[in-house]
C-alpha cells in the first residue's frame, strides 16, 4: 500500500517539474512563434579582385590507406588543366612462411615446495613432459610458465599454450 502512494504523489510531481521547466523554455524562446528569422546585408567592396593562387601542393605522397599503391605526377598543370592520374601499383611479395606447430597441450604445474620451482606438465605431439623454464624439448622452448598458461616458442615464433 505504502508503494502505491508514492507512486501516486511521485508521478504527478513529476509530471508539474517538466511541464514547468517546459513552460520555461517556450517562454524565454518566444513562445510558439517559430519563423524568427534575421536578414544579414554582406556589403562587398567594388575594387575586389580575385587572384590566382600562388602556390602549389606537391600530392607525390604515399596514400598511408593504399598500402603499395603509388602515384606519379601531380594532378593539375601550369596551364591549368587536370591530367588523369593513373596509379602505378606495386607488387608486395608475401614472405610470410607458415610454420607447423606440433600439438601442444598445457596440463598444468608442479611446485617444488623447497625450492618454489614451477614444473609445467606439457603433452607434445602425444609425448608428456615435465619442463622448468627454459627447457627445450622437441624443439619447443618452455620460456615462461604461469598457473593457467605456459608460454612457449618454436623455430622463430611464440605463442601462449592455455589449459
Known amino acids: 500500500m505504502k508503494e502505491q ?3 501516486v504523489i ?3 510531481l513529476v509530471i508539474l517539474i517538466w511541464g514547468y521547466a517546459i513552460y520555461a523554455l517556450m517562454s524565454v524562446s518566444g513562445g510558439s512563434n517559430i519563423n524568427n528569422t534575421t ?3 554582406i556589403e562587398m567592396p567594388e575594387n575586389l579582385q580575385l587572384s ?3 602556390f602549389k601542393l606537391k600530392l607525390n605522397y604515399k596514400d598511408p590507406f593504399l598500402k ?3 602515384y606519379k605526377s601531380s594532378a593539375i598543370l601550369q596551364n ?3 591530367q588523369n592520374i593513373t596509379p602505378v601499383v606495386k607488387q608486395v611479395k608475401n614472405t610470410t612462411t607458415v610454420i607447423a606447430w606440433p600439438k601442444l597441450i598445457y596440463k598444468g604445474t608442479i611446485k617444488n615446495k ?3 620451482k614451477l614444473i609445467a ?3 607434445i605431439n602425444g609425448n608428456e613432459a615435465l619442463l622448468k623454464e627454459g627447457d627445450e624439448y622437441m624443439q619447443v622452448d618452455l620460456l615462461k610458465i604461469y598457473s593457467d598458461s605456459a608460454f612457449v616458442g618454436f623455430e622463430k615464433e611464440k605463442k601462449f599454450i592455455v589449459k
Open 80 to 82: 591549368g588543366i587536370t
Open 5 to 7: 502512494q508514492k507512486i
Open 121 to 123: 606438465i606439457l603433452e
Open 52 to 54: 590566382a593562387d600562388s
Open 68 to 70: 603499395g599503391v603509388i
Open 114 to 116: 623447497n625450492s618454489n
Open 39 to 41: 536578414k544579414f546585408a
Open 10 to 12: 511521485l508521478v504527478p
